[in-house]
């Protein structure tokens, strides 16, 4: 009997691309499973809960960002008229 390999937790990623990729890796692994990992569940969980925090920051700060832009394009221009 073999005892079943446990994956190590990355570190937590830093960018939006590297955290999208682990979403991405840790959604396609569970799907292919054709018996849950459930050695692994929680190091896979808690990785994409971590990455999906990191995309969740990048995207509000992207939105928040372009709201800003757009509001003082928006006075901007109310201004000129």
């Known amino acids: 009997m073999t005892t079943p390999t446990r994956r190590r937790k990355k570190a937590a990623p830093k960018t939006f691309k590297a955290?999208?990729?682990?979403?991405?890796?840790n959604a396609a692994e569970l799907q292919q499973q054709d018996e849950p990992d459930i050695d692994n569940?929680?190091?896979t969980v808690e990785e994409s809960i971590a990455a999906y925090r990191v995309c969740e920051t990048r995207i509000n700060a992207v939105q928040q960002a372009l709201d800003a832009a757009f509001a003082e394009e928006k006075s901007t221009s109310s201004v000129d008229n």
């Open 19 to 25: 955290a999208y990729d682990i979403l991405k890796t």
């Open 41 to 43: 569940l929680m190091t």
